[in-house]
Each structure stands twice: as C-alpha cells, then as structure tokens.
Nanobody, 126 residues
Framework: EVQLVESGGGLVQAGGSLRLSCAAS????????IGWFRQAPGKEREGVSC????????YYADSVKGRFTISSDNAKNTVYLQMNSLKPEDTAVYYC???????????????????WGQGTQVTVSS
C-alpha cells in the first residue's frame, strides 16, 4: 500500500522556521519525484517545490525561492522541506505527493502526481 505521511506543520510567527517531513512507503522511492504543494482557503493548490529522487534535481516556485529548501534522504524514503523566513502568506495546508515521472522539468503540477499525503497545516502569524 502506497503511503505518504507529512509531519512538522504548526503555528509559527512571521520570520520563523519549520521543517516539514514526508515519509514515503509502498513504492520504489528512487523512481519517483516528490513534490510539495500548498493550498490556502479559497485558493488553488500551488506547486511549491519538488525533487527528483533519482538525480536530486530540484525546483522552487518564485514565491519561496531563497527561503525554502527541499532535500531527500533516500535511505529513509523521506523528503524534507525546510521553510525559513516564513511569511503570513505561506499559511496553507501543505501536501506532499509522488510522481512516477522522476524527472524534474519545471513547476510541479497536481495532475502529474499519482499519490498524495493527507496534508499538514502551516499557520504563520503576523
């Protein structure tokens, strides 16, 4: 059974940091790309960042570039999203997802991803 389990969300003040984790199981981790998406109330789901588990290539949305860092620990089948200098506009439910296309070629798009986690809430207070 494929599972993606996010953790690490919470409430933080603007300027603070959080590290999200996405623990994957039930598929060959090295053959997938892992993406982080977020969805704020009333807004569409947005691709934030993604990483290829095969070659480590990454992508960041302009809104998070320089503040967020994605990394992968293939031995633990886990992807992390380190979020620094958080802003109130980063408030959203954050989801990790797995795509059977391991190539990172630009912004992650929801329809390209096969498996999804349940999401973790990130709230940034001003």
């Amino acid at each position: 059974e494929v599972q993606l389990v996010e953790s690490g969300g919470g409430l933080v003040q603007a300027g603070g940091s959080l590290r999200l984790s996405c623990a994957a199981s039930g598929f060959t981790f090295d053959d997938y790309a892992i993406g982080w998406f977020r969805q704020a109330p009333g807004k569409e789901r947005e691709g934030v960042s993604c990483i290829s588990s095969s070659d480590g290539s990454t992508y960041y949305a302009d809104s998070v570039k320089g503040r967020f860092t994605i990394s992968s620990d293939n031995a633990k089948n886990t992807v992390y999203l380190q979020m620094n200098s958080l802003k109130p506009e980063d408030t959203a439910v954050y989801y990790c997802a797995a795509s059977s296309s391991p190539v990172v070629a630009g912004a992650p798009l929801p329809y390209e991803y096969d498996y999804w986690g349940q999401g973790t809430q990130v709230t940034v207070s001003s």
